[in-house]
């Protein structure tokens, strides 16, 4: 069965660093999501991504944060420069239609552990 | 934020019995309900939907309850497994919001169930 996959699983970084996170979204999408979940928090949407743009992103999604489709299989969240707050598991989605109408798949998840 | 809650931190359940999961919304622009559940470590496991034209959905052992009217859904696993165990879910989403809304999923907080054999 497709699914989304997200490396690294767990990554740990200094405070001030600059991360990439990488997604594979289901070969057949057109919609691509980052969400995060602090811990004993919801799960919070980021950002979503459609024809090669950000169709829509929240208030968490400052300058310190970017999204890439560089080819045409992988999707990437990039944090600039990573604080504290920015621990999280953070979750790529895909989906084949726009939301309203087709679920959203989750990959399994990237740790994010800023020291 | 709290446009979409699930009110019950956790609930257990016997084995063979229901589970009754319930989610409330304020938003009446939501338009499209999905149940997600989550095991420690993994990602969100689409479970079902419903569409707000419908008021039931149902899949196997899953049902969904939509009352539009009270705002309010709820998830009936029947019988529940052990297996059920894990963090549910409730979202929603807009096809609305200014035809731009390509994915804004609002999460619920979730509901741990606990199935004792």
């Known amino acids: 069965e497709p699914e989304v996959t997200q490396t690294p699983s767990h990554q740990v970084t200094q405070m001030g660093q600059e991360v990439i996170l990488r997604c594979v979204p289901i070969?057949?999408?057109?919609?691509f999501y980052w969400y995060r979940q602090i811990l004993g928090q919801k799960v919070e949407f980021l950002v979503s991504?459609?024809?090669?743009?950000?169709?829509?992103k929240s208030e968490i999604f400052d300058d310190q944060f970017s999204v890439e489709r560089p080819d045409g299989s992988n999707f990437t969240l990039k944090i600039r420069s990573t604080k504290l707050e920015d621990s999280a598991m953070y979750f790529c989605?895909?989906?084949?239609?726009?939301?309203?109408?087709?679920?959203?798949?989750f990959g399994q998840g990237t740790r994010l552990t800023v020291v | 934020d709290q446009q979409v809650k699930q009110n019950s931190p956790s609930l257990s359940v016997q084995e063979g019995r229901i589970s009754i999961l319930n989610c409330d919304y304020t938003?009446?622009?939501?338009?499209?309900f999905l149940w997600y559940k989550k095991y420690p470590a993994e990602g969100p496991t689409f479970l079902i939907s419903?569409?707000?034209?419908?008021d039931k959905n149902e899949d196997g052992r899953f049902t969904v309850f939509l009352n539009k009217s009270a705002k309010h859904l709820s998830l009936h696993i029947v019988p529940s497994q052990p297996g059920d165990s894990a963090v549910y879910f409730c979202a929603a989403s807009s096809s609305f919001a200014g035809g731009t809304s390509y994915g804004k999923l609002t999460f619920g907080q979730g509901t741990i169930l606990t199935v004792h054999p």
């Open positions: 991504f459609y024809n090669n743009e950000i169709s829509e």
């Open positions: 419903i569409s707000s034209i419908k």
């Open positions: 938003n009446s622009m939501f338009d499209y």
């Open positions: 989605a895909s989906s084949e239609g726009r939301q309203g109408t087709t679920e959203a798949f």
């Open positions: 070969s057949n999408h057109l919609y």
